[in-house]
């Protein structure tokens, strides 16, 4: 399996309509679809303990307008697909949009529902205790990581690379060694997020946006080192001996 095809296995176009999310619960949302869950917290709708009103019948109770509403949620809808060929800019754009916007987006909602379960929950066995906190930790990690590769690396990748840039790419490649043990982690305290029986719908959404975390941060690893690195890495190691390649990779100059 070439790196196109191995790219194409993982990525998937599910999308619901705006019109299917009218007649979806506030509950049934609030578990399918992350981030959904701020955006009725801010405009207070209970998605929680009356979950089981329809968003069309909850924008007209609170005397919202159900267009806006789903307006907003429809920009939370994700499609991985991509096309055929794409350059590497194009490429490093898609990540930064697809991935590095939404994990800025995703964790710190999952933080505050992580939090809210761990506390009002605190007396349950199968409660996640520490959840919010190694959520944290992920964050900062993630926002270091990206901030690397947005200031850095992908400015490098995008005029061109260049013999040095395979150093740069193996410390992103050991960063997301350690990115995927960390969700290991989040995976063994969330019994791979799979909530307890008779959860509520936070801890049902929490778990459901941490299942999304998920599947998200294992196809932008899977992009970046697997798709966008190797063409990068494959032309600074053919670089011909009388150029100095520098990075330990027999230029001969140390
Ligand atoms: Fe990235
Ligand atoms: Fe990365």
Known sequence: MNARQSFESTTSTTTTTAADRAEQTLGRIAVELPGATA???????????????????????????????????????????????????????????????????????????????????????????GLADLLQIMQQELLDHMMKEEQILFPMLKSGGNPFVTQPISMMRAEHIHHGGMLDRLNALTNDATPPAGACNTWRALYSGLAQLNEDLIKHIHLENNVLFPAFEASAHARPAGGCGGGGHGCGCQ
Do not use: W
């Not at 929680?48 to 005397?63: E, I, P, T, Y």
């Not at 909602?109 to 506390?119: D, G, K, N, S």
């Open 39 to 129: 955006i009725f917290r801010k405009l207070k709708l209970d998605f929680c303990c009356h979950g089981n009103v329809s968003l069309r019948q909850a924008a007209q109770d609170k005397n919202l307008d159900l267009a806006e509403l789903q307006a907003q949620l429809a920009k939370l809808e994700r499609s991985d697909a991509l096309a055929e060929e794409i350059s590497p800019s194009v490429l490093i754009d898609h990540i930064l949009t697809r991935y590095h916007e939404v994990h800025r987006a995703q964790l710190p909602e999952l933080i505050r529902m992580a939090l809210r379960v761990e506390t009002v929950h605190k007396n349950t066995p199968q409660v996640p205790t």
